[in-house]
């Protein structure tokens, strides 16, 4: 009964290391018909030339990474311990600015739009904003970056001076960074070879017709090699476990976006700190979204 157990909730056991969805961009969309459904023959010849040219640009697009569209939510407000004037955001009131950029291979980050947005007051405030530069550490774990805000940004008792750089910085994980933390393979095989033996002691018995009796399909596992396995088993459950808690926990990461340099894309953890100034006092925390073709709903609403 006690082997039987084991194989039952080994598939629970693998269930647990899911692998985190890939972002919809890394697929080529499927592009909409055009209007030669109306002429399909005359039109057919020029249909296919056009569907080859683009599954050829998507092609190199997904080779080569230029610049990566990520959305920027910023949390502007006061942070425990923060070294910001006593009076500022003593309210608690938050002030929030979402800056859509693109990040080149050129280290420049680029805002989608001259201005940025938020809800006071007095209503909706447009204000100016300007990209900066970005830099990833060189073990690829760590992102830093800067916008600058060239007018006064007022919510309240939360504000930001006129000429402002903020500096951003939050943790990164690539694909491959990710992939370090599954040990799901040789647990899989450790708990298949328990399996069988387990399969094979519970075979249905066969018919010998010399001893007119029923006989046992396989020979008994022997009991050292039975226990060997059932350490290697355990040991590989522990190691994933292990590794399991060093994995961030997915409800914390952006999805994976695609990012210059890394082949297989990246993700962002929420949380990241907002400075005033490269080694100024924090105002506030940030988080990032891919931006991508999919429908809003899939991507948590951002």
């Known amino acids: 009964m006690k082997r039987t157990f084991l194989i039952v909730s080994l598939p629970l056991v693998a269930s647990a290391f899911s692998s985190i969805p890939a972002d919809p961009r890394f697929s080529s969309p499927r592009r909409p018909l055009g209007p030669s459904q109306q002429h399909p023959e005359e039109d ?17 697009a997904t080779a080569t990474v230029t610049s990566a ?44 739009k001259a201005t940025l947005s938020f809800t006071g007051p007095d209503g909706a405030n447009v204000k100016p904003v300007e990209g900066g530069t970005w830099r990833l550490a060189d073990d690829s774990k760590q992102l830093s970056f800067s916008l600058n805000v060239p ?38 095989q450790a708990g298949g070879e328990i399996g069988d033996v387990c399969d094979r002691a519970n075979a249905s018995k066969k018919w010998n017709e010399e001893t007119g009796r029923w ?41 994976r976006g695609v990012w210059p340099g890394e082949e297989d894309g990246m993700y962002i953890a929420n949380g990241g700190v907002v400075r005033v100034g ?14 991508t073709t999919a429908p809003a709903s899939y991507r948590g609403g951002n």
């Open 215 to 255: 006989e046992r399909r396989y020979a008994s596992e022997n009991p050292l090699s039975f226990a060997r396995k059932q350490l290697t088993y355990w040991g590989a459950k522990a190691k994933q476990s292990q590794k399991l808690n060093r994995r961030p926990d997915i409800n914390t990461l952006s999805d």
């Open 278 to 291: 490269e080694n100024g006092p924090v105002c506030g925390t940030w988080s990032a979204q891919p931006i």
């Open 151 to 188: 007018d006064r940004l007022t919510r309240r008792d939360v504000y930001i001076d006129a000429g402002t750089e903020l500096s951003l910085t939050g943790r990164v994980y690539t694909q491959a960074e990710m992939d370090n933390y599954e040990a799901r393979e040789e647990l899989w």
């Open 44 to 60: 057919i010849s020029t249909s296919r030339s056009a569907a080859s040219a683009s599954d050829s640009s998507d092609a190199t």
């Open 69 to 112: 569209p990520w959305r920027i939510v910023m949390d502007i407000g006061r942070e425990p311990l923060a070294r910001m004037p006593f009076d500022w955001a003593r309210s608690g009131c938050r002030m929030p600015l979402v800056v859509p950029c693109d990040f080149g291979e050129n280290n420049l980050l680029i805002p989608r």
